[in-house]
């Protein structure tokens, strides 16, 4: 928890023990090797989360209230966004801030917090999960992607019928591999590995293997040389999308803007 909020643990330590001293009881459990929360302190977490979230959020409307307006806005986003909604983003981004630099990057999974952490992007798109470190902010947005199990048709996978997702290992698997998430996956079979869902798109086109996809993206870049989805149990299936932000850096009026325009879908 130290590393993650970027602070010593004896700092981390000190702030615990004035709080607890304020309060007047103890939050945690020392008389084990790890401490755990008491009783006490499992019903002060919540309290002390919902202050840190107004905080957050007080941040927020006081960048937006001062009229900041970015002189450039990164936006890491990944393929499972939809061309179409990327497109009309574009457009309104240009007409509401002609002056800003948007810088569009392509990113999946842990590479998208990462360049988030760094800075080097202001507003990310992930795939939800249920946790994210503390210094990351997110919500839910109101749009789902479909994914779906590709092959060229070419690929003897293509005309099998009552396929059977065990079935699918026997052949070579083209799958996401990002440059944070190397080696963290264990393969079931022959695999290549790609750091983004385009890439792995011409892979499949090639022939080289089966692959999910976004099914959005398939249509929008495999018109001409058709891919056939596999009619696999429990596929195609539908993922919710996460936005994301960086608490400590939040976005200024442009990247806000951005963010009530996703959340608006």
């Given at each position: 928890?130290?590393?993650?909020l970027?602070?010593?643990?004896s700092?981390?330590?000190t702030a615990?023990?004035?709080?607890?001293?304020d309060?007047?009881f103890s939050?945690?459990?020392?008389s084990?090797?790890?401490?755990?929360l008491?009783e006490e302190?499992?019903?002060?977490?919540s309290?002390?989360?919902?202050?840190?979230s107004?905080?957050?959020?007080l941040?927020?409307?006081?960048?937006?209230?001062?009229g900041e307006?970015?002189?450039?806005?990164?936006?890491?986003?990944?393929?499972t966004?939809?061309?179409?909604s990327l497109?009309?983003?574009?457009?309104?981004?240009?007409r509401q801030?002609?002056?800003t630099?948007?810088?569009?990057?392509?990113?999946e999974n842990?590479?998208?917090?990462?360049?988030?952490q760094?800075g080097?992007a202001?507003?990310?798109?992930i795939?939800?999960?249920d946790?994210?470190?503390?210094d990351?902010?997110?919500?839910?947005?109101?749009v789902?992607?479909?994914?779906?199990?590709?092959?060229?048709?070419?690929?003897?996978?293509?005309?099998?019928?009552?396929?059977q997702?065990?079935q699918?290992?026997?052949?070579?698997e083209?799958r996401l591999?990002?440059?944070?998430?190397?080696?963290?996956?264990?393969?079931r079979g022959p695999?290549?590995s790609a750091?983004?869902?385009?890439?792995l798109?011409?892979?499949?086109v090639?022939?080289?293997?089966?692959?999910?996809?976004p099914?959005?993206?398939?249509?929008?870049f495999?018109?001409e040389?058709?891919?056939?989805?596999?009619?696999?149990p429990?596929?195609?299936?539908?993922?919710?999308?996460?936005l994301l932000?960086?608490k400590?850096t939040?976005?200024?009026t442009a990247g806000n803007?951005?963010?009530?325009?996703?959340q608006?879908k």
């Amino acid at each position: 928890p130290a590393r993650r909020l970027r602070k010593s643990q004896s700092t981390i330590s000190t702030a615990i023990a004035h709080l607890e001293a304020d309060l007047g009881f103890s939050l945690f459990d020392r008389s084990s090797r790890q401490p755990v929360l008491t009783e006490e302190g499992k019903r002060v977490l919540s309290y002390v989360q919902a202050i840190l979230s107004a905080s957050d959020r007080l941040d927020e409307v006081a960048l937006t209230l001062s009229g900041e307006t970015e002189a450039r806005l990164t936006f890491v986003l990944s393929d499972t966004l939809h061309p179409d909604s990327l497109e009309e983003l574009m457009a309104q981004f240009d007409r509401q801030f002609p002056h800003t630099e948007f810088e569009c990057l392509i990113g999946e999974n842990d590479d998208v917090i990462d360049l988030l952490q760094k800075g080097r992007a202001q507003i990310g798109l992930i795939e939800a999960r249920d946790d994210y470190p503390t210094d990351i902010g997110a919500t839910r947005l109101p749009v789902q992607s479909w994914m779906g199990v590709y092959v060229a048709t070419t690929h003897p996978l293509a005309s099998q019928t009552n396929l059977q997702w065990e079935q699918l290992h026997t052949w070579r698997e083209l799958r996401l591999n990002t440059y944070l998430d190397s080696n963290a996956n264990i393969t079931r079979g022959p695999a290549w590995s790609a750091p983004n869902y385009l890439l792995l798109l011409s892979m499949a086109v090639q022939g080289f293997g089966w692959c999910v996809l976004p099914c959005a993206l398939v249509e929008e870049f495999a018109a001409e040389k058709p891919l056939a989805q596999l009619d696999v149990p429990g596929w195609p299936r539908a993922i919710a999308i996460d936005l994301l932000w960086n608490k400590k850096t939040p976005p200024g009026t442009a990247g806000n803007w951005l963010r009530y325009h996703l959340q608006q879908k």
